[in-house]
């Protein structure tokens, strides 16, 4: 498993020196629940190389970052809030609240989100 930073606290949760909850894991992609959860169910899914956020993306990277939303249902699914709806965010730089540098999206859901978004 290469392309990882070893200063990175999601980093160092898909190499395991961070525990967390693990709700899903291939090749590519990993999904674990927020530490600080904003919603009764709050995951994190995240690429298992350290790409530093949505705004270094480009065309090159449009397979994982598709598979990336396209696992979204069934992880709703898995954890039972797809049938009352969900949302995900990705937040990036300063102003947009990103506070750790690995890429992540967040799926937050089993609360009534309010919009818009502080
Ligand atoms: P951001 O603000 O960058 O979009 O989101 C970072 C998220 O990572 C926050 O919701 C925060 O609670 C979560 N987080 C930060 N450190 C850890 C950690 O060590 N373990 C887990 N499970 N979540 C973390
Ligand atoms: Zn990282």
Redesign the pocket.
């Known amino acids: 498993m290469g392309e990882l930073d070893p200063d990175c606290?999601f980093c160092k949760?898909i190499r395991k020196e961070?525990p967390?909850v693990a709700v899903f894991e291939d090749e590519e992609l990993f999904c674990?629940?927020?530490?600080?959860p904003q919603a009764p169910t709050h995951l994190?899914l995240i690429p298992k190389r350290h790409v530093t956020g949505i705004d270094v993306a480009t065309w090159k990277d449009a397979d994982w970052l598709g598979r990336m939303l396209a696992l979204v249902p069934s992880l709703a699914a898995r954890t039972g809030i797809r049938k009352e709806g969900y949302r995900v965010v990705v937040?990036s730089g300063r102003a947009g609240?990103?506070?750790?540098f690995h890429l992540?999206l967040?799926l937050l859901g089993g609360r009534n989100m309010t919009w818009p978004p502080g």
């Open positions: 606290v949760i961070i967390s674990f629940q927020d530490a600080n994190l937040n609240g990103q506070t750790v992540h967040h």
